[in-house]
């Protein structure tokens, strides 16, 4: 008969709450002037998390830290400059797309954490009561295989087109290679389909010096050294298509009546100096 010796063993079991995924996320303190906000991130694609502090729960926060890499799954952040252990939390978490949204306001709570110690029984076992036998099978064993899962593809297109496809292993750092390295937008479209969304830059208007519509409306043109240089000025439509031009301007300023150009509406521009594109303007 084999003997079997009991050893005591002390149990330390942590009752701290589990941490809460996003938006949602929990506040802490254990009464030593440090708070610890923490969260699970289950978002396929964040760009910016900030942690936000107040004395009053709707208004006035104060974002103390933009977390440097939003993407880690499992983070938090220990507070120890907080005025005292009642002022609110709320997280700015900025998603794709431009899209962000304010997490509710917490306050922090009593972290109740303790140890519990199991203390061994003073009498021993009576270990003559314990038997063990070893089992008894005619059965082989036998080694089943588990079948390993194929990674997933991904398949990215701009537009219609389809531009590359690659492993989920690779997600992360062509995500960034996209954020980091272009102004382009990455959109999840399904499951296994990403879409490349081109930046387009908003077109900034800026008046000519040389062309310009007065306040009567009329047209001036004005430009320097008119007799020492050729120039050429062709108006447009607003969709290219010509309208009329001034192969040789010898007065400067000079002064084209609004009626030249029949209707009212944007028109275009094309400046030569000596042959020369000078302006190209609208």
């Known amino acids: 008969m084999k003997k079997i ?9 942590l009752t701290a709450r589990s941490q809460n995924t996003l938006p949602d996320f929990s506040v802490t303190t254990k009464g030593n002037g440090k708070i610890i906000i923490s969260w699970n991130n289950a978002y396929p694609v964040v760009s910016q998390i900030s942690i936000q502090r107040s004395f009053d729960s ?6 103390i830290l933009t977390v440097p890499d939003p993407h880690i799954p499992q983070n938090g952040f220990v507070d120890a400059k907080a005025p005292t252990a009642f ?9 794709d797309s431009g899209k962000y949204i304010f997490s509710k306001p917490k306050k922090a709570r009593w972290d109740t954490a303790r140890v519990v110690i199991i203390q061994p029984l003073n009498k021993k076992p009576d270990s003559s ?10 059965s082989p ?28 292993t ?7 290679s996209v954020l980091y390295k272009t102004k382009d937008t990455l959109v999840f479209r ?9 930046f387009v830059p908003k077109v900034v208007y800026k008046p000519s010096l040389y062309v310009f519509t007065s306040r009567d409306g009329n047209v001036t043109i004005s430009l320097p050294a008119v007799n020492e240089k050729k120039y050429l000025v062709k108006f447009f439509e607003e ?5 009329f031009e001034l192969n040789e301007v010898k007065e400067s300023p000079l002064t084209l009546d609004k009626t030249n150009f029949v209707h009212g509406g944007w028109f275009r521009f094309e400046l030569y100096e000596n042959g020369q594109l000078k302006e190209k303007h609208k």
Do not use: C, W
Not at 153 to 165: E, N, P, T
Not at 239 to 243: C, F, G, M, R, V
């Open 190 to 198: 399904s499951a296994d389909t990403l879409l490349i969304k081109p």
């Open 87 to 95: 002022q609110f939390y709320r997280l700015f978490i900025a998603l």
């Open 141 to 168: 064993i036998v080694t089943k295989e588990v079948p390993v899962e194929p990674e997933r593809i991904l398949y990215v297109k701009k537009g219609d087109s389809l531009v590359m496809q690659f492993g989920e």
């Open 129 to 138: 009561r314990i038997i063990i036998e070893p089992v008894k099978t005619d």
């Open 239 to 243: 969709d290219s298509t010509p309208l």
């Open 58 to 63: 709707l208004r006035n926060y104060k974002t």
């Open 5 to 13: 010796t009991f050893i005591a063993v002390i149990f330390s079991v």
């Open 170 to 176: 690779s997600l992360k750092s062509f995500r960034d």
